[in-house]
């Protein structure tokens, strides 16, 4: 499927790359592809910029988390089907672990370990990561002012409660419009895409209150929100909160939120908060069908959207469309990146760390394994004294 003139990797050096990357991925989708972009654009240069930007536009386009699909599809590209197993096992493993670590603590007390010391200085840092990426990327995508009109126009609705693939379908038409205003017709092509399942129909009714599920229920119900699921943490607690604390009545809302900030404050994708739930309602089993089956569909769309980006490559009008998409990624990106900076940036010592990470990244090109691991152990050394 992709036969694109890509050098090619061993499937071990993939695997190792996305274990360590999915070891030290803290902050979210955004932090995620800013650690990619620096990983492999920059330092291993698989990737030209161009490329990297195509595969994150391409990677918003489908449903399920974007930076393990990013990963899964980089992984498809250097080393082929194992290459696309391995990268993404391998970013999600770390993470799981880790969650299914605090699962079981949480179920033997009752209560979240206080982790969030150790994130102190880490995020700091995280926006520094993120800001060069969003930096390095903007001067490939914003290349004459269509692109910078839209991703001006998607930057300010992406602070309002806008739907995320409602945002990207409309950056994508905008710039067609904007390109081809003489002679374009605005019939939605692509509105099916925005017809969205519903998947919390009525299956869940029977359950009784407090009724543990089977695994083939959790597995069900934990595919088809990776198989229809765009947007946020916040996105993925509505569907979790619509299926397992109101349908099946397994979890209470604090269950659940304690579920979504284990996914959001550990490395890795927040869908591992798929494996905080699976072992809260059936241990060890119940974690690691759930994992699979919320990752699963993102296996099945990245080599399926990679035909469609091959083909979009021969089309004017759908090369449009992408550059539309890819701005709007971007605008997505610096809009998280300023709600984690109101977050993170909290007094005078993670200030300070924010700025100094940024003059360590963007002018002296300091690998960001390192900051990461600075900032942990600054933020640790805060909490002890």
Not at 36 to 48: G, S, T, Y
Not at 151 to 170: K, R, T, Y
Request: glycine letters at 8%; a positive charge.
């Amino acid at each position: 499927m992709l036969k694109e003139n890509q050098p090619k990797a061993s499937l071990l050096e993939v695997c190792l790359v996305f274990l360590r990357l999915g070891t030290l991925s803290f902050g979210g989708p955004a932090a995620h592809i800013a650690m990619m972009e620096d990983e492999f654009v920059q330092k291993r240069q698989w990737l030209e910029r161009g490329k990297f930007l195509e595969l994150v536009g391409a990677s918003n386009l489908i449903p399920g988390p974007t930076s393990t699909e990013l990963a899964i599809y980089i992984g498809y590209l250097k080393a082929g089907w194992p290459g696309l197993i391995g990268a993404g096992v391998f970013f999600i493993l770390p993470a799981m672990l880790i969650v299914l670590f605090l699962a079981h603590i949480y179920v033997l007390y009752g209560e979240l370990p206080q982790v969030s010391f150790a994130l102190y200085g880490v995020k700091p840092v995280i926006v520094a990561i993120i800001a060069q990426a969003i930096w390095n990327l903007g001067k490939t995508a914003v290349k004459d002012v269509p692109s910078g009109l839209i991703g001006g126009m998607a930057l300010g609705l992406s602070f309002f409660v806008v739907n995320p693939l409602f945002l990207l379908m409309l950056s994508g038409v905008a710039m067609i419009a904007i390109k081809r205003a003489h002679k374009i017709k605005m019939n939605v092509f692509f509105a099916p895409l925005l017809a969205l399942v519903d998947v919390t129909k009525n299956e869940a009714a029977q359950a009784a209150a407090g009724a543990k599920l089977s695994l083939a229920a959790l597995f069900v119900t934990f595919f088809k929100i990776g198989a229809v699921l765009y947007g946020s943490g916040y996105v993925l607690l509505a569907f979790l909160w619509k299926d397992f604390v109101q349908n099946y009545q397994v979890l209470t809302s604090q269950q659940l939120l304690d579920a979504v900030a284990i996914g959001q404050v550990t490395p890795g994708p927040v869908f591992t908060t798929a494996t905080f739930i699976g072992y809260v309602i059936a241990g060890i089993p119940g974690a690691i069908v759930a994992t699979i089956a919320i990752f699963l569909p993102s296996f099945v769309f990245v080599p399926v959207i990679s035909i469609f980006l091959s083909k979009i490559k021969n089309s004017a009008i759908a090369s449009d469309f992408l550059a539309g998409v890819i701005v709007a990624s971007l605008a997505l990106m610096a809009s998280v990146t300023w709600t984690l900076a109101m977050s993170s940036v909290i007094d005078w010592l993670t200030a300070l760390l924010a700025m100094l990470s940024c003059i360590a990244i963007f002018k002296y090109r300091v690998n960001t394994t390192w900051l990461i691991f600075g900032g942990g152990a600054i933020g640790i050394v805060q909490f002890l004294f």
